[in-house]
């Protein structure tokens, strides 16, 4: 038996030094939802570095989708939730 998870979709957060002080929320709201709706055995949420894009802090990214979400809030992490993840 494989010790690797196969996960169905990632998110990615940027953890780099920008984003860092501004993701907190919106990650603890993503994983919260994960825990809750018991996708966290189908959906990763990982770290990834800085993307660039300091200034729309904080980033994230939905691998299924090669999408960038900017400026990722607490209530904007709940639509992407339900935009890419639920639906
Ligand atoms: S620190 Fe996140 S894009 Fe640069």
């Given at each position: 038996m494989s010790k690797c998870k196969s996960f169905n979709e990632v998110i990615y957060f940027c953890d780099g030094k920008k984003c860092c002080r501004y993701n907190e929320e919106a990650k603890s709201c993503l994983k919260?939802?994960?825990?809750?709706?018991?996708?966290?055995?189908?959906?990763?949420?990982?770290?990834?570095?800085?993307?660039?894009m300091c200034k729309s802090a904080p980033v994230f990214y939905i691998d299924s989708e090669k999408k960038y979400k900017k400026?990722?809030?607490?209530?904007?992490?709940?639509?992407?939730?339900?935009?890419y993840i639920v639906a």
């Open positions: 919260e939802l994960l825990k809750e709706t018991g996708l966290n055995q189908s959906v990763s949420l990982e770290k990834m570095k800085c993307q660039g400026e990722v809030t607490k209530k904007k992490a709940q639509k992407l939730f339900d935009k």
